[in-house]
Nanobody
Framework: VQLQASGGGLVQAGGSLRLSCAGSGRTFGSYILGWFRQAPGKEREFVAAISWSSGYIYYPDAVKGRFTISRDNAKNTVYLQMSSLKPEDTAVYYC??????????????????WGQGTQVTVSS
């Protein structure tokens, strides 16, 4: 599957952005989908994951309550709604898809397919 992320940009602290990731090829319904981010000089960080039919969703504490992941399998698209953005949310955001199980969905190594990344910059 090929992934194309979009929706990044420059926003002031406290603002909101919605990222989208459109897939082509096999249907999204057979994949767990995730969002990760990487800031300059830092390791890639898990942001959110959603299971095949949206039955399971997981966020790390850093974004819990501020970010919402959702998916539309009919449109082969996964979304990341980001609110109450902070300067520390500044990073390149990547969407990813995996065929493995849910228990390790927060780990980047299990993802088979990655989008190209979209820059999110939050100004203070």
């Amino acid at each position: 599957v090929q992934l194309q992320a979009s929706g990044g940009g420059l926003v002031q602290a406290g603002g909101s952005l919605r990222l989208s990731c459109a897939g082509s090829g096999r249907t999204f319904g057979s994949y767990i989908l995730g969002w990760f981010r990487q800031a300059p000089g830092k390791e890639r960080e898990f942001v959110a994951a959603i299971s095949w039919s949206s039955g399971y969703i997981y966020y790390p504490d850093a974004v819990k309550g501020r970010f919402t992941i959702s998916r539309d399998n009919a449109k082969n698209t996964v979304y990341l709604q980001m609110s109450s953005l902070k300067p520390e949310d500044t990073a390149v955001y990547y969407c990813a898809a995996r065929e493995g199980g849910w228990t390790t969905a927060r780990y980047s190594y299990g993802y088979n397919y990655w989008g190209q990344g979209t820059q999110v910059t939050v100004s203070s």
